[in-house]
């Protein structure tokens, strides 16, 4: 069955101090791990695809990089803007639909 | 308009009331979902379709059903609402071949008293 956990549930950052995101998943075949960002009150927004272990995407102050068990979500020196909730999703092989983690509630302090 | 409108925004519907939660899209997307969000248990998936015409069931589909009469709509029917279908709802599009991210609408928080 497959699964995805994601961790810290909420995580507490001062401006500028970087820290990472944990997304770990169990999954058959993996067609693509996706990352989102949703701001409260609003439907998640996409952030990156990546397709096989290795694979790194950037934008702006966020890295993503995928293993065979788990995807790690980098943001370097944030800002207040990136407080959000974070939710990594699993598509498996021969599935065309996405499997949600619970997300990362981050907060940036000025 | 661009991506993907939700209607209502919001609804606060007595129990064994019929319900009708609307999505259009307008990026000629060829597949479509239905989630819902609750607390602590993220995005689950309701129902979806693969291309008009066509749909199928998906992790919580009881008590909903969908229809995809064309390609732009995508509605979500509860026919006799109960409180556990208290919930954020999002509809979400994509295209089937090529690039497999969805993109999500704004939701549609509802109520059931």
């Known amino acids: 069955e497959d699964q995805v956990t994601q961790s810290p549930e909420a995580l507490r950052l001062q401006e500028g101090e970087s820290s990472s995101l944990n997304c770990s998943y169990t999954v058959s075949g993996l067609r693509g791990l996706f990352w989102y960002r949703q701001d409260p009150g609003k439907g998640p927004e996409f952030l990156f695809t990546?397709?096989?272990a290795g694979e790194e995407k950037e934008k702006e102050r966020l890295k993503a990089t995928l293993t065979k068990k788990e995807s790690f979500l980098h943001i370097t020196a944030p800002k207040p803007e990136d407080s959000a909730t974070y939710l990594c999703a699993v598509q498996a092989t021969g599935a065309n639909n996405l499997f949600f983690g619970t997300g990362t509630r981050l907060t940036v302090i000025p | 308009i661009a991506g993907i409108t939700q209607a209502p925004t919001s609804q606060i519907l007595a129990a064994g009331r019929r319900m009708t939660l609307r999505c259009t899209q307008d990026m000629r997307h060829n597949a479509m979902y239905w989630y819902r969000q609750d607390l602590g248990l993220g995005l689950r998936l309701i129902h979806y379709?693969?291309?008009?015409?066509?749909?199928g069931k998906g992790e919580v589909p009881d008590g909903y059903s969908v229809s995809r009469a064309n390609t732009d709509d995508f509605p979500l029917t509860l026919a006799s609402a109960v409180p556990s279908q208290t919930s954020v709802y999002f509809c979400?599009?994509?295209?089937?071949?090529?690039?497999?991210?969805?993109?999500f609408g704004p939701g549609t928080r509802l109520t059931v008293l």
């Open positions: 979400a599009s994509r295209v089937t071949s090529g690039y497999n991210e969805q993109f």
């Open positions: 990546l397709y096989s």
């Open positions: 379709s693969n291309t008009a015409g066509t749909t």
